[in-house]
């Protein structure tokens, strides 16, 4: 399963857009790249998946380079209730999981 | 859609006790199930997984164990709990597409 690096934390405010990138280095070609959002006392929720170049759905946007090296998620016009832990993962399909630290964003007023 | 039911919610066991959390699933059939467990502040860990009846595989040794009795029904155990057991254990249901929905979780506390 290709390793996932992405930043501890980060801080934004109401209204701003937050752009989260992961580094996937060594992805291999039928990976996936996956998002999930963990809210304190949740089991994590998906937010959006993506193979190449970019995906949008209501929640997000997910951005790929040619390279499929790293991916950034971004989430436009953030709200308080979008502080969450935010994970990167990276596989194919019918492969377990893996969860890294994910990314803490925390949203204020 | 799915539906991934779990309980108890919260548990406060102490050490040595026997351990019975129990995962249901509706909305599918012959899912993959998984436990993760989730430490204070970290990531999630891949404990067990199954994709049918009685097919369990182990990722990290230690004294859990789990069963699959029926298609839609994931069982985690252990025989006596330790301190470092406590946690947050979630399960979830797999599709094929590398995305999967979790349930609302079982905080155990042991003492």
């Known amino acids: 399963l290709a390793k996932t690096t992405q930043p501890i934390s980060m801080d934004s405010y109401e209204g701003q857009e937050v752009n989260i990138t992961c580094s996937h280095n060594?992805?291999?070609?039928?990976?996936?790249i996956t998002w999930y959002q963990q809210f304190p006392s949740q089991g994590p929720r998906f937010i959006i998946q993506g193979y190449k170049t970019k995906v949008t759905n209501e929640v997000a946007s997910l951005f790929i380079p040619a390279d499929r090296k790293s991916s950034t998620l971004s989430l436009p016009r953030v709200s308080l209730s979008d502080t969450a832990v935010y994970y990167c993962?990276?596989?194919?399909?019918?492969?377990?999981?893996?969860f890294g630290g994910g990314t803490r964003v925390l949203v204020k007023p | 859609s799915q539906t991934i039911h779990q309980w108890p919610a919260t548990l406060v066991q102490p050490v040595g006790s026997p351990l019975s959390l129990e995962c249901t699933v509706e909305?599918?059939?012959?899912?993959?199930l998984y436990w993760y467990r989730q430490a204070a502040g970290r990531g999630l860990q891949l404990l067990f997984y199954?994709?049918?009846?009685?097919?369990i595989s182990s990722e990290v040794p230690q004294n859990l164990s789990a069963s699959r009795p029926q298609d839609r029904q994931f069982i985690l155990s252990s025989k006596k709990l330790l301190l470092s057991d406590s946690g947050f254990y979630l399960c979830a249901t797999g599709t094929g597409r590398y995305e999967q929905y979790f349930g609302p979780g079982t905080r155990l506390t042991v003492t």
């Open positions: 993962l990276v596989g194919a399909a019918g492969n377990k999981l893996t």
């Open positions: 199954s994709v049918g009846i009685g097919q």
């Open positions: 060594n992805i291999a070609t039928n990976d996936y």
């Open positions: 909305g599918t059939s012959n899912p993959n």
